[in-house]
């Protein structure tokens, strides 16, 4: 081979080279940009799902609760104190049991209230609807509750100071009345049972017929203000005083549920 045709040879070989080069370096780049793709699209869907006013909205009332449920138990055992009583002591367990039933009445209220009407029929109950027991005794066995004596308050109270909306003519509110009080004992489960769930059904027609209304004030109560009427309601209730200042009793919970605006409060006493 003369000295030419092997410097051709040599050259050709060079440029296949450098072609296979020119190849490959383009791989990393269009793996790049496929990453980056993917990437992207994470982070907007991580963003999503971490924005949620809803749940902040749930975060907020929950805090609410948890305050309410602290200032509610200092309340009590202020009552007890100037009886010369020890104080209650909160327990956990038995705030659970307490919480658990004031959500099983927030179900029904989620019917009877609504946050654009003028009208509202929410209801507080001692007997229980849901598999967690129908009365105290059955729900705190539930969760495994130790008890000789228990007894119970409910509360309900309305979170608003004051409520102002624009209209024709002022809103008249259909009549609705229910006492969980004088249901008849004597009644078996269900039929009590049923009793209830034709008072929620009442409520819930009457409530239709409400139309909504523009508000244009909405005054809230603040933590301190509704603890403060829920204490001073039970003190002048003689069967509810009669549990607060129970010298028997030695363990409490506190749950507190908010509802389209309402705060339903039940505080279980035990004593075992």
Known sequence: MS?????LVLLQAIAQLLNLIGQT???PDTTLEKVDTVVE???SFANEVIIDEDEEDRQTVR???DILELLIFQGINQEREKENLEPVVLDSNISDVARAHSRDQARDDEKTTDP???CAYPIIRHQGLTTNGFDLGDRLRTDSVKFKVAGENIALISGFRKLSYLAAKRVVCPKFEFESEEIDKDLSELEQKTIIWESVDEAEELLEEVPEVEWVNIERLSPEEIAEKTV???MDSPGHRANVL???YERTGIGVV???GYYILTQNFVFD
Request: no cysteine; charged share 35%.
């Open 41 to 43: 699209e994470t982070l």
């Open 25 to 27: 370096s383009d791989l």
């Open 63 to 65: 805090a609410t609760e």
């Open 258 to 260: 908010e509802v389209n």
């Open 3 to 7: 000295t030419i045709s092997s410097i």
């Open 116 to 118: 654009d009407k003028p």
């Open 232 to 234: 001073k309601g039970w």
């Open 246 to 248: 129970n010298e028997k």
